[in-house]
């Protein structure tokens, strides 16, 4: 079967490679030149694990292929960004590959959708644009459900949802993914797919944004909520989720938003959203008043990881950024670190220049390398704030922890 995956980002590219895997013949199309130029040599353009082999052993078996040319294929399995624009998914890159394809599909041709979407996209925008052309297409949707360090295993392992727009588009689309997916796969509707990815994503911030506010409390009661948080989970239908100094991402910060763009009963994932966007002010105000309690004067701060999960370079929707904007506004200096991100918005400095010119640390990314983290001997630092809970109370200066007030 002749496949084509339209955008070869972080989800894109993985699927691309597993279904070449299988032994099917794959195009991957991408508008970017300069990362389709980077695969035609067999390098990946992000870090992830495993992904820098598989895509060589699927290029060297002849499987998979890459240009900025779109041709027919038997399916079109669209992958591009859906960004967060005023709470709400800016579609122009879907459309973009909707647009482009239009001239190329024929009767039977199925047209996957595995960008994420608001619910009813694809019936009330994707599907009449592609009726347009008066072909009988098949349309469905098939969201992903992997996580940046692990995608390639999740995609293999993980159960995934197929919504179809007819019984027959969900059936085939069933079949193409299970030849490389060995977790259960399920069939239904377009609409109930796209709800399924918002609610997951929802049920994460909503958890998130409770465990946030147990965060403020414990600080206003005297209390470690880490400890607390362990302690509850013990409970056997009780698992509360960590707090820290926002949500990152493309999904869980992003999605939320799109059930309250469609419904005025989304209150509680309404409140969540602002509790969560509210953690980066949060923790500056903290870490202000922890300068004025060690009278430190026009302070520079060390800024540790800026990815928005550990151990990975995606720095998308990170609180890095909302941190970073706040500290600007109070006037102060910093400098940043991340052993992962290559380019961010704000000029990345080595580790040693940081720990040799920092105030104070604050910890935003909880990378397995800060756990290790020492401290030069006559290092400038006066106290460190971790706001992940993962540096010991080992060093010659203070460590405040989000969430601790046992330790303020």
């Known amino acids: 079967m002749n496949i084509t995956v339209i955008g070869l980002g972080y989800i894109g590219l993985p699927t691309a490679c597993l279904l070449a895997q299988a032994e099917h013949t794959v195009y991957g199309y991408d508008v970017n030149a300069k990362k389709i130029a980077s695969l035609q040599q067999g390098k990946a353009p992000f870090e992830e694990r495993g992904i820098q082999t598989l895509l060589q ?7 998979f292929t890459v240009g900025t040319t779109l041709k027919k294929s038997d399916v079109f399995l669209i992958a591009v960004p859906t960004p967060d624009v ?9 459309f ?4 482009a394809i239009t001239p190329l599909v024929e009767d039977g041709t199925l047209v996957i959708i595995e960008s994420t979407i608001a619910p009813r996209t694809s019936v009330d925008e994707i599907f009449p644009r592609l009726a347009t052309v008066g072909k009988k297409i098949l349309l469905a949707h098939c969201p992903e459900r992997a996580i940046p360090g692990n995608t390639l295993e999740e995609m ?16 085939r689309t069933a079949k193409l993914y299970a030849s490389f997916v060995q977790g259960n796969i399920y069939q239904t509707d377009i609409t109930t797919a796209e709800c399924c990815k ?3 994503n929802t049920f994460r911030d909503v958890n998130i944004a409770l465990a946030n506010e147990f965060c403020k409390i414990s600080e206003e009661v005297g209390i470690n909520v880490w400890e607390a948080i362990t302690l509850a989970n013990k409970h056997p239908r009780v698992h509360i ?3 820290g100094p926002g949500v990152g991402g493309h999904c869980i910060p992003v999605d939320p938003w799109f059930f309250v763009g469609i419904s005025k009963q ?8 602002n509790v969560n966007d509210g953690m980066p002010a949060y923790v500056v105000k903290n870490l202000m008043q922890y300068v004025r309690k060690h009278k430190i004067k026009n302070p520079v701060i060390g800024i540790l990881g800026v990815s928005y999960k550990k151990n990975v370079d995606d720095a998308r929707e990170t609180p890095a950024s909302a941190i970073i904007e706040a500290l600007r506004k109070e006037k102060l200096s910093f400098l940043v670190h991340d052993p992962y991100v290559k380019a961010f918005s704000t000029l990345l400095s080595p580790l040693n220049e940081v720990l040799a010119k920092a105030d104070a640390l604050l910890l935003i990314t909880d990378h397995d390398e800060y756990a290790k983290l020492v401290l030069p001997k006559r290092s400038p630092v006066k106290f460190i704030y971790d706001t992940r809970n993962v ?3 080992t060093f010659n200066v203070p460590v405040y922890t989000l969430g601790n007030a046992k330790n303020i």
């Open 241 to 243: 989720h960590q707090p």
């Open 266 to 273: 989304a209150e509680l994932i309404h409140t969540a959203r």
């Open 86 to 94: 005023n709470h709400k998914a800016d579609l122009k890159f879907v």
């Open 198 to 200: 918002v609610m997951e």
């Open 391 to 393: 540096l010991p109370h």
């Open 57 to 63: 052993d699927v290029q060297k078996r002849g499987n």
């Open 156 to 171: 293999v392992k993980n159960d995934r949802i197929v919504g179809g727009a007819t019984q027959e588009a969900a059936k």
């Open 96 to 99: 973009q590959a909707i647009d």
